[in-house]
């Protein structure tokens, strides 16, 4: 039986249908050209709608009205991450890493990339630094802590993951992961703890459920 686990990204969301609201998003990219943010814009709403060859383009064509318009590369490599181009992705984020050198943000997100690569000393070298430029970014916990399971640091995952649970509380992806570290440490009771406690804050939790499943089977084999 396998045991699974998530890792988490983050993009840039402007949304907005009414003028009003367009008008808001906007201001809220001054400097930036304002076709480059409609488009920014339309391609969130594709990838929200899970259309991400059409998201692509727009990011796109947002970048051919503002070439150094850093969110538009994060989201486009997102969205080629969601369609496995991961040269493309992480290609993206390294453009728009070469913009915003403290985008936190896309950092953790290229580390995704590495993750997906094997790449995870590299993964892990990202999210660190996503990690000293936002100090409060869940995620990048989280994926570093899968990032140092890979590597067999179990306890430094473990730590990882307890740090995102401190920062929120509801994080269910962190408790089912650190339940995945505390497994692969023999603790089965902390496992259960904490895959029990993703099933709490989140019922539907299928993945979580799960995971408590083998370590029941595991817990009964080693009884019997």
Partial sequence: MTLLYSVNICYTQVTGRHQEMIDDMIKGYQGINEQAVLFLNRGNEDMEKGSYAEAIDDFTIAIEFEPRFAEAYNNRGIAKRK???RAGALADFSEALKINLNYAECLNNRGNVKLDMKDFSGAIEDYSQSISINPRQEEAYNNRGLSRMNLRDYQGAINDFSLAIEINRKFVDAYN????????L?????????FS??????????????????????VGQKDS
């Fill in 177 to 184: 992961n650190r339940g995945l570290a505390r497994y692969s």
């Fill in 197 to 218: 406690s993703a099933i709490d804050i989140d019922p539907e939790f299928s993945m979580a459920y799960s995971n408590r499943g083998v370590v029941k089977i595991k």
């Fill in 186 to 194: 023999k603790d089965y009771v902390g496992a259960l703890n904490d």
């Fill in 83 to 85: 369609m496995n181009d």
